[in-house]
């Protein structure tokens, strides 16, 4: 009878604590809701040089230009800014686009309707570093005469960024192309190729090349510039005239007197 009773007791007890922790985890719960947002924030992990189109969608159908976005608190000229855009795709929704991120374009995006008085929150964007890649660019021939020309080609795969103009240097000093007659460059999205070509070397021209962008760095072997080779001098053959005299066997000679 007394052992009964303790497993009454038992049991009993076990199912008070058992109600206890189900309230206090009820409570505990319904108390977590109410401290949390109602909504969860846009955030996106990007790294440097990637692009990111977002949707805003609202009751007000406004022209694009009556949308202003704000960046940390400072609002946005898109006039200076032309990697950020807003087109309208319907009534109430438009599309916006920012593109080619730099590590400063971190923070949060808010964006606002004229004669609506609070922003509302767009995204808020880790930009990363884009990690440099560093190449070696072969070449067939690396020594060259005066005025002769020499074309680089460097091909980018999918990893890597073409949407900037590539800057060349040759030993570490930048060359200034846009100046010079005497180079020309290109760009081919389509293939993902760049070429770089110099017109009529000059003995100045020797050095090593390196390309440049915001994540790949390509480099060339030694390039020589050498003086344009001539072939042996050629000496005229010199022609000696010579006298010839016309003896006559048949005639008499003459007696001295």
Not at 130 to 135: A, D, L
Not at 141 to 167: A, C, H, R, Y
Request: glycine share 2%; no cysteine.
């Amino acid at each position: 009878m007394l052992l009964l009773k303790k497993l009454l007791i038992k049991k009993i007890f076990h199912v008070s604590l058992r109600n206890n922790l189900f309230i206090f985890l009820k409570r505990f719960f319904f108390s977590y809701l109410l401290v949390q947002p109602t909504s969860i924030e846009n955030t996106q992990y990007v790294r440097e040089g990637d692009s990111v189109k977002l949707k805003v969608i609202s009751t007000l159908d406004v022209k694009p230009n009556q949308i202003h976005l704000i960046h940390d608190g400072t609002p946005i000229d898109l006039k200076r800014r032309s990697s950020i855009a807003i087109d309208r795709v319907s009534p109430g929704t438009y599309d916006v686009q920012l593109r080619n991120l730099r590590i400063q374009d971190s923070g949060r995006y808010e964006y606002e309707i004229e004669d609506t008085p609070t922003p509302k929150h767009l995204v808020t964007l880790y930009v990363e570093p884009r990690q440099i890649k560093e190449k070696f660019l072969n070449l067939p021939q690396t020594t060259f005469n005066v005025g002769e020309s020499i074309l680089f080609k460097v091909d980018f795969d999918e990893t890597e960024q073409l949407k900037e103009i590539p800057k060349w240097y040759k030993n570490e000093m930048l060359i200034p192309i846009e100046k010079s007659p005497r180079h020309k460059q290109t760009i081919d999205h389509i293939n993902r190729t760049h070429t770089f070509e110099i017109y009529n070397l000059q003995i100045e021209d020797t050095g090593v090349y390196q390309m440049h962008t915001s994540n790949l760095i390509v480099k060339t072997p030694e390039i020589k510039i050498i003086p344009k080779t001539t072939g042996p001098e050629v000496i005229p053959e010199e022609i000696t005239r010579k006298s010839s005299v016309t003896i006559d066997m048949n005639k008499p000679k003459e007696q001295p007197l």
